[in-house]
């Protein structure tokens, strides 16, 4: 079936017509199933693929933790609200016994975002973020679905200038992140946007796991959170 046909069966709507709703339904229910496929196939390639890469992607977080480091985070768009998702994911641990970590996510601060914006472009953004907060020893995460974001390699270069550890999360062929010679690079080799910000949500959410696994030797110097 073409594409043009494919549309005009999920979405007749859209094509002057209605269909049938039993036949919707069960057509939805094939684009659900193949929705759902891919999503275990791309992130399933991926580990078959990274899992090493992504344990010594632990350890670098692990490290800067072990050494009174800050983790940094940055993304745009959708990928703004994936960096929120790690920094809170590290300051505000869900499992009763973990210690809360210091996590900054880099696109939360409006004013400063705006103000740089404003006055040298949007490309300086976290740059001049990293410039300001970053200090030799630290982390920072950015993720890009394209790996292209011009504000996040800005800050990257600077970054790697600094000393600071660089891990990107990107998707594609990792575009310009994987280019750059970032310390870590986590490429989800597919074309899917959707299925690459689902891919980083299941990568960040491993390696908050596995740095706190790594860490559970430090536990009786750092400060727990238990649940209330």
């Known amino acids: 079936m073409g594409d043009n046909a494919t549309l005009?069966?999920?979405?007749?709507?859209?094509?002057g017509r209605?269909?049938?709703?039993?036949?919707?339904?069960?057509?939805l229910l094939e684009a659900l199933d193949e929705k759902v496929g891919r999503h275990r196939d791309v992130i399933s390639a991926f580990f078959s693929k990274n899992a090493q890469?992504?344990?010594?992607?632990?350890?670098?977080?692990?490290?800067?933790?072990q050494r009174d480091g800050r983790l940094f985070t940055?993304?745009?768009?959708?990928?703004?609200?994936?960096?929120?998702?790690?920094?809170?994911?590290?300051?505000?641990?869900?499992?009763?016994?973990?210690?809360?970590?210091?996590?900054?996510?880099?696109s939360a601060d409006r004013t400063m975002l705006t103000a740089v914006a404003n006055d040298v472009g949007y490309d300086h953004v976290y740059?001049?973020?990293?410039?300001?907060?970053?200090r030799?020893?630290?982390?920072?995460?950015?993720?890009?679905?394209?790996?292209?974001?011009?504000?996040l390699v800005k800050a990257f270069v600077r970054a790697k200038e600094m000393g600071l550890t660089t891990m990107g999360l990107a998707g594609m062929s990792g575009?310009?992140?994987?280019?750059?010679?970032?310390?870590?690079?986590?490429?989800?080799?597919?074309d899917s946007i959707h299925r690459i910000q689902e891919c980083h949500v299941t990568i960040y959410h491993v390696l908050w796991d596995l740095v706190h696994s790594l860490l559970a030797?430090?536990?009786?110097?750092?400060?727990?959170?238990?649940?209330?």
Do not use: W
Request: proline share 4%; hydrophobic share 40%.
């Open 127 to 134: 740059a001049r973020q990293v410039i300001a907060q970053g």
């Open 136 to 151: 030799a020893g630290d982390t920072l995460i950015g993720l890009s679905t394209s790996g292209n974001s011009r504000n």
């Open 18 to 27: 209605r269909q049938e709703p039993g036949a919707m339904n069960a057509a």
């Open 175 to 190: 575009g310009e992140m994987a280019k750059i010679g970032l310390d870590h690079c986590l490429v989800v080799e597919t």
């Open 53 to 65: 890469a992504v344990i010594d992607a632990a350890h670098a977080i692990a490290r800067t933790y």
């Open 74 to 106: 940055m993304g745009n768009g959708g990928s703004s609200c994936d960096a929120a998702h790690v920094a809170v994911e590290f300051q505000h641990p869900v499992t009763a016994g973990r210690p809360a970590l210091t996590a900054i996510d880099l």
């Open 217 to 228: 030797d430090d536990r009786g110097s750092l400060p727990s959170v238990t649940s209330e």
């Open 8 to 15: 005009q069966s999920l979405y007749p709507f859209l094509h």
